[in-house]
Structures are given as C-alpha cells and as structure tokens.
C-alpha cells in the first residue's frame, strides 16, 4: 500500500508540534494501518485496538443519547493515548506521555485531523470507470438455475436422487 506523502508529513509535523507525542498511527475504523510515525510502538495492533476502542465508544455515545462520537481519551499513569475520528473511515491514535498538555494535544490533533480529511477525501474521489460487461452463456433473460436443499425434498425423491 502507497502511503501519500501529504499524510506522513502531516502526521511528522504534529510530532514537532506536541514534543511530548510518543507516537502516531492513522488507520482504518476497521483497524487496518493506513500512515503511522509510531518508534517503539507496533503500529498494527494499537490500530486493531483503537478502532475496537472506537467502536464501543461510539455505542457509549449512541447510548446516551449524545450524538456522533468526535474522539476518546484513556489516561494511564505514564501518559495518554488519544483517538479522534478522521471523517466516516479513518481514525488517528496518538500516545503521549503523562507530562503532556491535554488540551494543547487536543488542538493540534484536531488541527491535524483537518487537514488528514481533506487530503484523504481528494484521495478517495472516485475515478471514471468503464462498467465490466457480464458474459453469460444463455443471454440475458434466461432464469437462474435454482437449487432445493435436501431437506425439503418429498422421501421419494431424495431416494431416487440417492440412486440414481
């Protein structure tokens, strides 16, 4: 998979901007790796996690009534880790240490999840293809072979079947 570099960029312009980023991962909501600046950090599963991560907090949010979830915060003791949704299909992750701003993290990662929206809406715009055709050997109007399960065959039938 190519990564644009537009993204890897912004993703290394965010670590200039929170020193105290540990690592970022931008990825699929179904949990797959699209552009990570992760050292120390296994891009793959904090992506797997994040995404599962997401989806039970979207259900917290429809549970109580209060919308589209926008982004998460876990706190532990040595730092934050930090999910934001980045338009219907993506998400970015980021891990900081404890020292961190909170809310400094929070305005460059959603600075950040802009600009990363825009750039994967041009990536995502659909390009101009032909329609495949579908060989068929009968021609278009002729009806579908159709099978019966086993079960629903009359006894007789299904010993004739098993003989025959």
């Not at 209060?66 to 992750?93: F, K, N």
């Not at 959603?110 to 060989?135: D, G, M, N, S």
């Amino acid at each position: 998979m190519t990564v644009d570099p537009a993204v890897l960029e912004e993703l290394n312009r965010l670590r200039a901007r929170v020193p105290e980023l540990s690592g970022s991962v931008l990825a699929t909501t179904d949990g797959l790796v699209v552009a990570h600046d992760a050292h120390g950090i296994e891009p793959d599963g904090l992506a797997a996690l994040a995404a599962a991560h997401l989806a039970l907090a979207r259900r917290f949010a429809h549970a109580v009534n209060h919308g589209e979830l926008r982004e998460s915060v876990v706190e532990c003791d040595r730092g934050y880790i930090t999910t934001y949704t980045a338009g219907p299909t993506a998400l970015l992750t980021l891990v900081t240490s404890g020292d961190a701003n909170l809310a400094m993290v929070h305005l460059e990662a959603r600075r950040c999840v802009r600009r990363l929206v825009r750039i994967l809406a041009i990536e995502a715009k659909p390009q101009p293809q032909t329609r495949a055709e579908i060989p068929t050997q009968a021609g278009p109007s002729a009806p579908l072979a159709r099978r019966t399960p086993m079960a629903t065959l009359p006894n007789n039938a299904r010993r004739r079947q098993a003989t025959g």
